[in-house]
């Protein structure tokens, strides 16, 4: 009765029925001696009992399957392994959230290595307030360290959610403002906030000493300029520019590729020095020698020209 499924991806019927939030298959599950209510979770995204009443915000499961025993800090599925409060962080149900709370969860667990995130990280990339203060009242780490892979800091996780009130209150109490991006697939915090095109939050961080020309990630990483060139966010491109931001360096740490050659002219305009579109090379790369990843960083350098050709005319 405990399993449902065969593949790698199995979910137990109690698993299941909690993610549903079926209340009355959950208590007859229960009931039933041969069901293991901390069945571990099964594949990449596989969620315990718990984390799965937690991730779809049933407060009724997730107190019944306390009361039955439910262990309140299992590990999630080996992608995010997230336990019950970060995924409950995640979603931002506050009487979730007070109730493992109170159940004794551990608000200091750190954040599993492939896309985890602590539960203060997970509270601020999806930008909910009263579990951040709460979390930062309790004396979690505003600083704990991002995952290895995917990772972010609450602050770097504020900036993607854009939440300019939650991006404050980390400012205020320490936030690293210029906290390197994780090897793989992160983002600083002025890379998140320009690649959303965020002018707000990138002018917030800028006036609190965020590095506009900080290395990206190893991989799938951009620069602070190169991220709002390849958004298309024209005023997050110019307050770069004008911060210091270096046009020569647009390029993605994973391949080492100079997206184009540019210089400032005048006081205000820039003028892209590419040698004309129809025969554009990407540093030493001819756009026939790209693959289809080069080309899309082609595609980025001509929106990148178009931005700004339109600077130097003043417009």
């Known amino acids: 009765m405990d399993t449902f499924a065969s593949s790698d991806d199995d979910w137990t019927s109690l698993q ?168 793989y697939g992160g983002a600083a915090a002025l890379q998140a906030a320009a690649f959303r095109g965020l002018l707000r939050t990138v002018e917030e961080l800028v006036q609190r000493g965020a590095d506009v020309n900080a290395r990206p990630s190893y991989r799938f990483g951009r620069t602070a300029l190169y991220a709002a060139v390849e958004g298309g966010h024209r005023e997050v491109v110019e307050k770069l520019v004008s911060e210091g931001a270096d046009i020569r360096d647009m390029r993605t740490d994973w391949r080492r590729m100079s997206l184009q050659k540019a210089e400032i002219m005048g006081e205000r305009g820039i003028k892209e020095v590419l040698g004309g579109t129809d025969g554009f090379r990407c540093g030493s790369w001819s756009e026939g020698d790209l693959g289809k990843r080069g080309k899309k960083e082609t595609k980025v350098s001509r929106k990148y020209a178009v931005v700004m050709s339109g600077m130097a005319d003043g417009g």
């Open 16 to 183: 299941l029925a909690s993610a549903a939030g079926d209340l009355s298959l959950v208590d007859s599950l229960l009931s039933h001696p041969s069901t293991n209510i901390n069945s571990p979770p099964h594949g990449y995204y596989g969620q315990t009992a718990l984390q799965a009443a937690c991730a779809k915000c049933h407060l009724a499961i997730v107190s019944k399957l306390l009361e039955a025993g439910a262990h309140i800090d299992a590990p999630g599925g080996s992608n995010g392994g997230r336990t019950a409060l970060q995924v409950s962080a995640s979603t931002g149900d506050l009487p979730i959230f007070m109730l493992l709370l109170s159940s004794g969860a551990d608000i200091h667990l750190p954040a599993h290595k492939y896309r985890g995130r602590t539960a203060l990280q997970a509270a601020c990339e999806f930008g909910h307030l009263a579990l951040v203060e709460k979390l930062l009242e309790l004396g979690v780490d505003v600083n704990a360290p991002w995952a290895a892979y995917g990772g972010l800091t609450a602050l770097q996780a504020a900036c993607e959610g854009g939440n300019l009130d939650t991006i404050k209150i980390l400012l205020e109490r320490g936030a690293e403002v210029n906290a390197l991006a994780c090897r």
